[in-house]
């Protein structure tokens, strides 16, 4: 039976431009996509801009443009990028949309209807300078669970823990620094602990790593707290059903963006929105970053279940991103946008290098700029797009550009290299891209071997058909190794398609084989990463900083 599968990414925020760190997700992702895709999987890939919150609407204050002028920009610069870095998306929607705002207030209605919603009163934190109720972002002061200084008013970047602003110690607003006071006011509160029991149930392996399952138990340890999701006006997002002055949290309506992104898309393609997200038949998958792992695997779940929505399969969470083995950091020059990127180095080795180093746990993710060029030009230059550039040039120069017929022998070592595709397809399957690569890489080692017991450009002269039958092996190798990287480099298998005029390789033709035909010519996959592109990449990022840094004072 053919798998129906739908992914999701977190969304992007409307309120700066996308870097390399959000890249990890966005293309961990995209691999995922891509692979099912090549075996011919019905694959769709959501995602959406996320554009409510008080740092939307104070930055488009600043900018004296509306709302939605802000979001329009950020939409075009972030599908840009995306599209750039080779990320496929199905849709790629907005939140601030009539679908999501339907959406958000049927979640609402749904849950309150099972006395699962209540309001409350509660103090909030006050900026009495800002005149503002201080949202979650706009709030620093101590974790309340580990101590930690400097934290967020939601969570905490240490631990890992959600909790209420107010119980913060030392809490000051984050715009003006000032003391935070108190006021009071109604809010509307989801009970989550409504949920403990199920949610205790689905928290397990077969939903989520080990590791994050360990995570999540501990916080099960500490207690569940019920949700506010509102936030007093002024604020920028949906208002909540038969309120003047109240709204939704973005953390309500962004998930719930996972699910308008697909309605759009299934208005658009003539598809049924409850195959995907109330059916079970279709398979349901979230991709997120550590940071967010509180909000998606646990009030989401609860949401969707008490909204009579489906669970997701599974939730793979990442790590963050470091350069050179700490934090991203725009005074290093290491806190790089993916427009500064793509100005001096090509997108697929960036795919490369985080497959090279992605696996499906937490662990960090570490861009050693230095290991990064020597990667690039060992394997991605030296191997992959080597393999070939030199036996079509050989074929074209020395034997009229054309293939011969595969012998006994270049059977059975294409035969080894497709036996590989179990493996690497499974280990696409379980997130293990490092592992995935490592398996590649082996069969090019494999397809190199062959090239150097055959020896056809020492033979080419004095048996022309038998360097023949070596190329037209070697150039079939190439095509399973395009088949087998496609996920991770999506431009390779095109190209090699184009070389060796056949369809485009996947994981459903690998049984093809090329044979007795005029080829074309090769278009290389990548050249030489040399280290003042990179050095260039560095300086850019700092002047970039620099020229912010003084635009603000």
């Not at 075996?39 to 008080?54: F, K, Q, S």
């Not at 006021?183 to 989520?208: G, I």
């Amino acid at each position: 039976m053919s798998r129906h599968i739908l992914i999701t990414a977190a969304l992007p925020y409307a309120n700066g431009p996308i870097h390399i760190g959000h890249l990890v997700e966005y293309l961990q992702a995209d691999i995922w996509a891509r692979y099912h895709k090549s075996c011919g999987r019905d694959c769709r890939y959501m995602c959406a801009i996320d554009t409510h919150g008080t740092p939307i609407m104070l930055r488009a204050q600043a900018e004296g443009v509306a709302p939605e002028e802000l979001i329009q920009r950020f939409h075009g610069e972030h599908a840009r990028d995306f599209a750039d870095f080779d990320v496929g998306f199905d849709n790629f929607y907005t939140t601030h949309s009539d679908e999501n705002r339907a959406l958000a207030e049927t979640f609402f209605h749904r849950l309150r209807d099972k006395g699962h919603i209540q309001t409350r009163t509660v103090e909030q934190a006050y900026c009495d300078e800002c005149r503002l109720f201080l949202p979650d972002r706009y709030i620093r002061g101590t974790c309340p669970r580990c101590g930690a200084k400097d934290q967020y008013g939601d969570s905490c970047e240490v631990c890992g823990s959600a909790y209420s602003p107010v119980d913060m110690a030392d809490p000051r607003c984050a715009q003006c620094g000032r003391p935070a006071s108190r006021r009071s006011s109604e809010h509307y509160f989801f009970l989550v602990t409504a949920y403990e029991e199920m949610l205790r149930r689905w928290v397990s392996p077969d939903h989520l790593h080990p590791h994050v399952v360990a995570k999540l138990q501990e916080w099960f340890k500490e207690g569940l707290l019920d949700w506010d999701f509102t936030r007093d006006a002024p604020y920028w997002g949906f208002k909540i059903p038969g309120t003047e002055d109240k709204y939704f949290y973005v953390w309500w309506d962004a998930p719930i963006g996972y699910i308008a992104s697909t309605e759009n898309w299934c208005k658009r393609e003539g598809r049924r929105l409850d195959d995907y997200w109330v059916s079970d038949e279709a398979e349901l998958y979230h991709f997120i970053g550590k940071d967010i792992l509180y909000f998606h695997a646990l009030y989401w779940p609860a949401m969707l279940a008490g909204a009579s929505f489906r669970m997701p399969n599974r939730i793979w969470v990442h790590g963050f991103l470091t350069v050179d083995g700490t934090k991203m950091s725009k005074s290093r020059g290491t806190f790089i946008n993916a427009r500064t990127y793509l100005a001096h180095l090509d997108p697929q080795f960036l795919r490369y290098y985080y497959a090279c180093k992605l696996g499906p746990g937490t662990e960090d993710l570490d861009l050693s700029l230095q290991d990064f060029i020597a990667r690039v030009n060992k394997d991605l230059v030296g191997n992959f797009a080597n393999l070939p550039s030199r036996s079509a040039g050989l074929l074209a120069k020395r034997l009229e550009n054309r293939l011969g017929r595969l012998d006994s022998g270049a059977r059975t070592m294409l035969a080894a290299i497709q036996a590989a595709a179990g493996p690497i397809g499974d280990a696409y399957e379980a997130c293990e891209y490092a592992s995935a690569v490592r398996a590649i890489t082996a069969e090019a080692d494999r397809l190199n071997q062959y090239t150097e017991a055959t020896r056809p450009w020492e033979t080419a002269k004095a048996d022309p058909e038998s360097a023949r039958t070596a190329l037209t092996a070697v150039l079939n190798g190439v095509r399973l190794l395009a088949a087998y990287l496609g996920p991770i480099l999506p431009r390779y298998p095109e190209k090699v398609a184009r070389l060796l005029g056949c369809p485009t390789p996947d994981f459903t033709n690998l049984a093809e084989r090329v044979e007795d035909r005029a080829i074309g010519q090769y278009d290389r996959i990548a050249e030489r990463v040399e280290a003042a592109a990179v050095e260039a990449m560095i300086d850019q990022t700092k002047a970039l900083q620099a020229d912010h840094a003084a635009a603000e004072e």
